[in-house]
Structure formats: C-alpha cells, structure tokens
C-alpha cells in the first residue's frame, strides 16, 4: 500500500507539473501578443516623426520652394516669373530680359529679395518728377479769394451757391479781401465755416 501511495503521489505531481506547463505555454502568446499590441502605437509614432523630419517644416519648406514675381514696367518682356526664393530683384529683371533703354533703374532696389506675389514696377526716366510735380501743383491748388468765381467757391466745403454769392459780393463792396478772417464778416460764413476752409483758400 505504501507503493501504490507514493506512486499516486508521483502522478499527482507530474500531472500538476503537466497542468503548470499548459498554462504557462497558453498564457505567453498572450503576453506576446500584449507586448506588440503595446509596442505598435510607439512604431507609428516612430514612422511619424520619420516622416515629419523628411518633410520638414511646412515654413521652410515655402523658403527653399518657388516663387512668383509679376514684373511690369519699362523692362523687354514684361510678366509673371517663378524664382527660386531668396532670389534678388536682379534675378527677376534679368528673367524678363532687362532694362529698356528708358527705363529709370535707378528707382529699382536691385538687391531686395523677391516675395511670393510681388509686383516689381520699373518705371520710365522721368515719370517720378511728374508724378512729384503733380502732387505739389495738387497741394498748392488753393482757391484765390479775390479772383475766385461762385463755382470755385462752391467746391469749399460748406460753401452752397448763396454763401458764395455772398463772399463775391462782399468782396466787390470792399475792393476783394486782404486777409482771410474777413471771411467772418459775411452773412452765414461763422467760425466753424472758416475753420473748414481755411487751409483751401488764399489771398494774394
């Protein structure tokens, strides 16, 4: 009898070292499997980043790509132009074929760095001292009191077509006016008024 209980014995331990075995074996694939499920999100990110490093950043991507100039003016072949940024105004005259014989280079910052939409406008000699001659004619166009008709005057702000009767009038009673402030002394014309026009009239 006490063979037959060790026997027994030696089976239940084999049979509970068999049992340890099972569930060992069956319980790491599950362990595995958890370790790669868990190990996936961080080889994604992995990818990721690789992938943002290889695009690089959307900004300096723009500064290493192409941009468009339109060029007008005095130049042979006026239009628009893609250059490589960082690329000079130089650059874009010489895409369109350089300067006409009148054109004023000297109003073209050459060594500017080209924009993406950027106009560059070349103008013609002497187009800028018209242009500046015409806004100092339009600065000094003040309306002559003395010499003015109601027309004129009727373009001064709050000036209708009876005050500008009235400053004719007043102005041919009193042999025209030697200084602006007489303007108070016309019927309707207050100090608000004068205020309004004074900078637009003169008197000789």
Known sequence: MEIVKKHVRIILIMIGLIVLAAIYLLSDPLTAEE???????EEIRGSSGMQAEQNGDPL????????????????????VYPLSAGKRVRDAIELAGGFLKKADS???NLAQKVQDEQVIMVPA???????????????????????A?????????GIGPSKADAI?????????YQKIEELLEVAGIGKKTL??????????
């Open 149 to 157: 008709d109601a027309e004129e005057l009727t373009k001064l702000p």
């Open 60 to 79: 300096n991507q723009s500064e290493k790509g192409e941009v468009y100039v339109d060029i007008k003016g005095e130049v042979k072949h006026p239009g």
């Open 125 to 147: 000699q002497g187009a800028q001292d018209e242009n500046s001659d015409v806004e100092a004619e339009q600065g000094n166009s003040k309306i002559p009191l003395n010499t």
């Open 195 to 204: 205020e309004k026009i004074a900078s637009s009239i003169q008197v000789p």
């Open 106 to 108: 000297n109003a073209v």
């Open 168 to 176: 004719i009038q007043y102005r041919d009673e009193n042999g025209g």
């Open 35 to 41: 370790g790669n499920s868990l190990s996936l999100p």
